[in-house]
């Protein structure tokens, strides 16, 4: 597992630096050899989880490691997806070099070592954690776009950067983006809650413990519930959608490393 | 050998007041040609004439008395004195004047870089040359290496990439807010020349409605009737803004036509969709300070005076490029146009015989070894079949009486025996 892990690390960098040199300099050719080494990283990293998940018999987020590693190849699925979907080159600029630090931190982690505790054997569990890291890749991605977005909105609003002008796609295109970003994000955080919830309920015998991670959970939830809400019906979009994508990010890395650094709770062995 | 000449005056070179005097309007262009093809010594001609500049292209044998006819001929037909414009005429010759024309055609001469127009006009100018058959083997190949060299700029250099005139600006920075175009709503505040000149490309977009806001009803309604629009009163701008995306101020109004106060009033009924002002009129239509608004940008004549600059600067490093590019094609054209003289094809012409000759010999005995007087027999048997041979060929390219057709005969020898290779 730690060779293959290693090789994504080596490939996602490798990655960032295609889209960075692409960013500067402007050649289809670096954006390409940057998405294909990206896809080349996720395929190890996916095949570093599948050899993780075989060793261990349960998925393997029960050390911050795996954890972050883990988060890691959720957002680099989710970006592909994005990219393949809506043809959004640039926000390979903003994905790869996230998913290339992310991954850097693993290895320089202490491991603790892995038991297997009961609560790890259950479906309900594999559903959980899978929804709430894909949706959380979501909202990062989200958060990407909107800061793409204030660069490209200021680029144009002083009439100055040309630099960001002419790299940067559409105002438009990015603020679509985020916005469906949010709504895939805000749709797997929901479902990675009424899951967890079910787990709670089998393991724990009881849905709702006030456990720090479930209260910031819930506080992420209706952040974003509010900031789709406030789109839909009085049109937050363009500039305060942006910020709003971007402090939601910030309470759910709150709620991701933030909780389990300063508070207590069962989540906390997750990230030990 | 024959000499190219390129014999001409441009923007650079001549005020606009002595350029307009020196041109050659279409219809007396096929004249001009003809006349151009029987001056001294020319064996080809073509000239191309544009507001910017006026360029005759010739082939000449000789290039000394073709040039001051050339001249001569200017003045003529144009009924003006030489000496008015002859310090402002170049004379390009061979490798020169085919940079000279790669360059005028890629648009790296013009007086705005990357502008395209000036291809298609050296095309008809071509195509009018070729029907009037003034164009032989020399301009022919020139043309079409000046075509190719064109188009190759132009796909892989940025040279044309940046709007570098104010409507092409504003439909730039549309795209960078909205994306694609269609579907969006434009209003107009003003029915002027200006509006016309800075809405012509953005409504090449199959824009979903266009508005017509004018003080005098009637001309707004004319406007509004050029662009498949409709006209609207000017008390009706305030209403209109919550449902347009573009709006495209040019009003004589001394005050401001629109304030900050009325688009922070209207965001909330537009669900905060983006709103772009784009303001040529001076003194300015459109309150500077709703840019600071979100979701509103404003632009003014200079803002979008400076976005072209900056393009142009862009164009500007993409032309180095493109003078790379020429570079080589020049080279290139120098060794063809060199090679169509007599004595390098005769040379070629027999080392490519002699080097078959020895192939065939070394193949036909296998390796065997002859002895001494033999080989030497069979080699001189060789040179004097090779002298028979090329004998006539020889003769009757240097043939004295053949000089205007020289080109086209070393040509076709070149072609038929594969001697650029």
């Known amino acids: 597992m730690d ?35 990206l896809v080349a990283g996720f395929l190890s990293h996916t095949a570093a989880i599948a050899i993780g998940f075989a060793h261990k018999g349960h998925i393997p987020v029960s050390n911050l490691p795996e954890t972050l590693s883990f988060a890691g190849w959720a957002v680099a699925g989710a970006f592909l997806v994005l990219h393949y979907r809506y043809n959004l080159k640039i926000l390979g600029v903003y994905a790869a070099p996230v998913v290339a630090l992310v991954m850097a931190i693993v290895p320089l982690l202490p491991k603790t070592p892995a038991e297997t505790p009961a609560v790890f054997k259950s479906f309900w569990l594999v559903a959980h954690v899978t929804a709430i890291f894909i949706g959380e890749a979501a909202f990062a991605l989200a958060a990407g776009a909107g800061l793409l977005y204030l660069l490209q909105d200021n680029a144009i609003k002083t009439k100055r950067s040309r630099f960001f002008f002419k790299r940067l796609p559409s105002l438009d295109l990015l603020d679509s983006t985020g916005y469906a970003c949010i709504v895939v994000g805000f749709s797997l955080l929901t479902l990675g809650l009424i899951t967890g919830l079910v787990y709670a309920k089998s393991f724990w015998g009881r849905f709702w413990s006030w456990d720090p991670k479930e209260v910031w959970s819930a506080i992420s939830w209706l952040y974003y519930a509010v900031l789709l809400h406030g789109r839909l019906t009085t049109g937050w979009r363009g500039r305060r959608s942006a910020i709003l994508a971007i402090v939601g990010f910030g309470v759910l890395l709150f709620t991701f490393l933030g909780v389990n650094f300063f508070m207590e709770g069962h989540h906390k062995e997750f990230t030990k | 050998m024959h000499d190219i000449l390129l014999i001409g005056i441009n923007h650079k070179t001549a005020p606009v007041e002595l350029r307009e005097c020196l041109g050659f309007a279409k219809e007396r262009t096929d004249g001009a040609i003809g006349a151009l093809r029987r001056l001294p010594g020319v064996c080809e001609s073509l000239l191309y004439s544009t507001c910017n500049r006026v360029e005759l292209l010739l082939v000449s044998e000789d290039k000394r008395a073709s040039a001051e006819a050339a001249k001569a001929f200017i003045a003529e037909f144009n009924q003006i004195p030489l000496a008015r414009f002859e310090s402002a005429l170049y004379l390009h010759e061979n490798e020169h004047a085919a940079r000279h024309l790669f360059r005028v055609a890629s648009s790296l001469d013009s007086m705005i870089v990357g502008e395209p127009q000036i291809l298609g006009q050296i095309k008809d100018a071509y195509r009018q040359a070729s029907a009037a058959k003034t164009t032989g083997v020399i301009l022919n190949r020139l043309l079409h290496r000046t075509f190719f060299v064109a188009k190759r700029i132009r796909t892989e250099t940025g040279i044309g990439g940046r709007a570098v005139s104010i409507s092409y600006a504003a439909v730039e920075l549309a795209r960078k807010i909205f994306g694609a175009l269609d579907g969006k709503r434009v209003l107009l505040i003003g029915a002027g020349e200006m509006a016309e000149l800075a809405v012509e490309h953005l409504l090449r977009h199959p824009v979903a409605e266009t508005f017509v806001a004018n003080r005098t009803f009637e001309n707004g309604l004319a406007l509004a009737a050029r662009f498949n629009g409709r006209a609207i009163r000017f008390e009706e701008i305030g209403e209109h803004l919550k449902r347009v995306d573009i709006v495209i101020s040019s009003t004589g109004a001394p005050g401001l036509v629109i304030t900050r106060e009325e688009v922070r009033t209207v965001a909330r009924a537009r669900k905060n969709r983006p709103l772009f002002f784009i303001d040529i009129a001076v003194p300015r239509d459109i309150d500077p300070e709703i840019n600071r608004l979100d979701n509103a940008y404003v632009y003014d004549i200079d803002d979008l005076k400076g976005v072209i600059e900056e393009n142009i600067e862009d164009r500007q490093k993409e032309a180095v490029k493109g003078e790379r590019i020429i570079d080589e094609a020049v080279v290139r054209f120098r060794e063809w146009h060199e090679s169509l003289d007599v004595v390098p094809t005769i040379v070629s012409l027999r080392q490519k015989l002699d080097a078959m000759a020895e192939t065939e010999i070394r193949r036909t005995l296998h390796g065997n070894a002859l002895p001494p007087e033999s080989a030497q027999a069979l080699a001189r048997m060789m040179a004097a079949f090779i002298n028979k041979v090329l004998h006539e060929p020889t003769v009757f390219l240097k043939h004295e009486g053949m000089q205007a057709n020289k080109a086209l005969y070393l040509d076709a020898v070149r072609k038929l025996f594969k001697l650029d290779e």
């Open chain 1, 3 to 37: 060779a293959a892990i290693l090789i994504t690390i080596v490939l996602y960098m490798l990655s960032t630096a295609g889209y960075l040199a692409y960013f500067f300099l402007q050649r289809s050719r670096l954006q390409q050899a940057g998405l294909a080494l």
